[in-house]
């Protein structure tokens, strides 16, 4: 008898957790929900004027190989494009041109992007000295002028991981890492200019596309799109899960890829003290993205050249506030396949309003309505300094929870980037196959799909390590 596996949630960890355990259909019979009508979570794919676009996940660097060898596997090839970035207007602005399109800002702050660098080399050699200090904090005890800060230090982070108006607050360790770290660097560091270089990043293919063929495996027992988890039971030996229609099934294992708060509310009181704890303590901010084509309202607020250059990125600090941070970009420059009949880019944009309890700041009403195509609201996950204080460190305890029959996974359980959230999803399904109630063979044949591609590998093996402890290496108790 196969292990009944149930996956709660469908986003790129839910569907690389089915994908990956529907693939030994003899050991296990794996059960979707999932609460939209669609999947993919927040990597969706929508229809304007008869071209598609992903208007949530974009896409990730080179250093997304799980992403990259899964998303071929599964019959789509992402497709490769050089990211520009435009920081700030006029006095303001700088961008990773080079030396053609050297700024003012840049010739007067060279001394402290000097400095910078080294701060970043030294943070990433006394790692556990750093891994919690705020990167303005950091910026402040080293004398970092409040200008060096705010347009250049503080939006490039924003830009990173998407930590808009937290981005004060992510860890001195997490920023050096985008510089210094083999496995997650973006950038090559310039001395001279800070960024210098348009690295080659992946915009994904059609992303609905994508995790519907995920989910079309025949080996998959039963997708229910549409169906939300309400109550979750963990008891020796199986698990019995409850829809909001109030249907009770049981299942022998259960993994939770939906929201951290949404994992521990379907717990209830049954969750373990480590599960309040690591849990409780993912935060989320809600934001709202604009996609629009009001290219007026670009050039109001960006540097923006959508003929030559054809700028991507696009960052602005709020001149009255300026650790206040919104982002645009344009989607044309990033997704390949919104080009005319002749090949000319398409005006179409996305603005990003981060954290709705900044609202009254937003510059949201500017966009003329009828530029607008599409508005779609969003919940975030903090990257501050506390996920990694309060959350990431208990995570390994809060998995299996009290009869190691509950997994979490999604890109909360570490950072939130796509590509932790196919790993995680990853993960989830190895760690259903150790703790298979039957089946240890799975686990000797390996379940990890990608181990032969090293920097996949290396990073998945990373993120078990810090998500699961010593529990990836144990296993079969129930055996
Ligand atoms: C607007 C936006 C853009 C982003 N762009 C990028 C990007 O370009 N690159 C990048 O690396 N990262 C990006 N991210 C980060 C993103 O969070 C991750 O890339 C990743 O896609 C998250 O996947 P996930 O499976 O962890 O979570 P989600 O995609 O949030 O999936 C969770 C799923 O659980 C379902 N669910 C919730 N409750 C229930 C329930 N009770 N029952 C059943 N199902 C439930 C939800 O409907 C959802 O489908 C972006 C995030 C956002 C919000």
Redesign the pocket.
Known sequence: MPDKVLI???????CAAAWSLSRYPDSFEVHV????DEPG???TTRHWDGYWFND?????APTYRNTIVWHRQLGFEPRPVHMTINFGKGPTWWNNYGAELETELVRRLRPEIRRFGQLMQHVHRYPVLYALVPIRTLLWLRGFSSEFANLMALPLTALFF?TGNQTPRVPSLVVAQVFTDDTLRLFEYDPDRLLSSQPQMFSFDNLHAIYSRALQSPHLHAVHLGR??QRVQPLPNRVLVTDTAGVRESFDQVIL???AD?ALQ?LGRQATWMQRQALGNVRYYRDV?VTHTDLEYMRKYYEIDMEERADMYFVRTDPQDPARIDMSFALSSYQPQLRDASGKRLPLFQTIFLDERERHRWTIEEIRSDHTVLTRW?K??SHEWKHFAFAVPFMRYAQGGRYDNVWFA???TLM????V?VVSGLAAAEMCARYAARDAEVVAAGMYPFAEDADAKRFYDMVTRVVYGRRARQGNKRA
């Open positions: 709660i949630g469908a986003g790129a960890a839910g929900w999932e609460a939209a979570g927040v990597a949530g996940v974009q896409g990730g998407g939300a988890a890829a939906c929201d949404t379907l993205t969003w975030q996950m999604g890109s909360w939130n980037l796509h590509e959230a």
